[in-house]
């Protein structure tokens, strides 16, 4: 990332399940078992097909935090052809490298080893801090514990996976709690390296949760956690709001600098009533600064070689594809 720069991923969007052993409540990702809790893997397939044919560079995969503690998951799984989700998860990462669409995966709590195994298969990974406070929104919720998450941060920088992470702002946590996840990051940046970017992002509520007359987050609240996070985080950390939640027009004077990933494919399927906005509006977006297509894993990390051989060329070959339509902007 340059000065002056807002930099963004084209992506396609893949919940493989919405199956979550969490309750948060703000959420309508989850969904109980059932029938069609899976995605199938001919509909993963052709969603990345329609990726490479839309100039997609990330596939995105994300799913409900270990699924199989709930009851029936595994028999629904095992419908698949595989295992478990982790098992699932891998071979779709290895057809979407095969398709020439790098994989990021964002799958919640995750061991040593369990980051290790789809290290494998992705360029960059994830996971939502959301915030270090107890509140009453995580309370049936064992993965959101901060020391769970912050312990599968940790781990992702021992192993050099560039990172993804950040914070719910308005989900009942203080502008003193914001400052102290933003500094949890930072130490954490500060130690292993590896935090790509934080995303800033405005809780919306929803009908059908718990909290879906929780008051929405004020400009003047969301531009101030915006400030903090840059105020907070170091020099090479973008950071992030996603442009259907927020107006990011206005916000990016508050110290945007990435877009994060927008999809020509896919809904936005944890906000799916805020549709992404196409492509070219992201310009306008920008104001007066230059917009810049980037992948899934920084231009830092590439150069660092952060990441599996068997990704080398098709990064080199995406490089390529965005250089030439940056030039063109």
């Known amino acids: 990332m340059q000065p002056g720069e807002i930099t963004y991923s084209r992506n396609v969007f893949l919940p493989l399940t919405n199956v979550c052993r969490n309750r948060c409540g703000y959420c309508i990702f989850r969904t109980p078992v059932g029938e069609d809790c899976i995605m199938p893997p001919s509909e993963v397939k052709n969603i990345i097909r329609a990726g490479v044919m839309a100039?997609?560079?990330?596939?995105?995969?994300?799913?409900g935090e270990k699924p199989e503690e709930e009851k029936g998951f595994p028999e629904h799984i095992k419908k698949t052809g595989y295992s478990s989700i982790l098992d699932?998860?891998?071979?779709?990462?290895?057809?979407?490298?095969?398709s020439g669409i790098l994989p990021h995966t964002n799958a919640g709590i995750l061991d040593y080893n369990e980051l290790e195994r789809l290290r494998e298969v992705n360029a960059s990974m994830g996971l939502m801090l959301e915030t270090t406070a107890d509140i009453p929104a995580h309370r049936n919720c064992p993965g959101k514990k901060?020391?769970?998450?912050?312990?599968?941060?940790?781990?992702?920088?021992?192993?050099?996976?560039?990172?993804?992470?950040?914070?719910?702002?308005?989900?009942?946590?203080?502008?003193?709690?914001?400052?102290?996840?933003?500094?949890?990051?930072?130490?954490?940046?500060?130690?292993?390296?590896?935090?790509?970017?934080?995303?800033?992002?405005?809780?919306?509520?929803?009908?059908?949760?718990?909290?879906?007359?929780?008051?929405?987050?004020?400009?003047?609240?969301?531009?101030?956690?915006?400030?903090?996070?840059?105020?907070?985080?170091?020099?090479?950390?973008?950071?992030?709001?996603?442009?259907?939640?927020?107006?990011?027009?206005?916000f990016i004077g508050c110290g945007v600098d990435d877009l994060g990933g927008v999809s020509p494919v896919t809904i936005d399927y944890v906000n799916p009533e805020h549709p992404w906005p196409e492509i070219d509006e992201l310009k306008s977006v920008?104001?007066?600064?230059?917009?810049?297509?980037?992948?899934?894993?920084?231009?830092?990390?590439?150069?660092?070689?952060?990441?599996?051989?068997?990704?080398?060329?098709?990064?080199?070959?995406?490089?390529?594809?965005?250089?030439?339509?940056?030039?063109?902007?």
């Open 88 to 98: 699932y998860c891998h071979a779709m990462c290895e057809y979407s490298i095969l």
């Open 146 to 250: 901060p020391e769970v998450r912050i312990e599968t941060m940790e781990n992702a920088g021992k192993l050099k996976i560039p990172f993804t992470t950040g914070i719910l702002v308005g989900i009942g946590e203080t502008a003193e709690d914001r400052k102290e996840s933003f500094q949890v990051i930072a130490d954490l940046h500060r130690r292993y390296g590896h935090i790509q970017e934080v995303i800033v992002q405005n809780f919306c509520p929803k009908d059908g949760t718990d909290m879906k007359d929780y008051p929405t987050v004020g400009r003047n609240e969301f531009c101030s956690a915006i400030s903090s996070a840059r105020e907070t985080l170091p020099d090479d950390i973008s950071v992030q709001i996603p442009p259907n939640l927020a107006d990011a027009s206005y």
């Open 55 to 63: 100039g997609c560079t990330e596939a995105l995969f994300t799913f």
């Open 286 to 329: 920008a104001g007066g600064k230059r917009l810049r297509e980037r992948l899934c894993i920084y231009q830092r990390y590439i150069d660092r070689g952060w990441y599996p051989d068997s990704l080398k060329c098709i990064i080199e070959k995406l490089n390529d594809d965005i250089r030439k339509r940056n030039e063109q902007q």
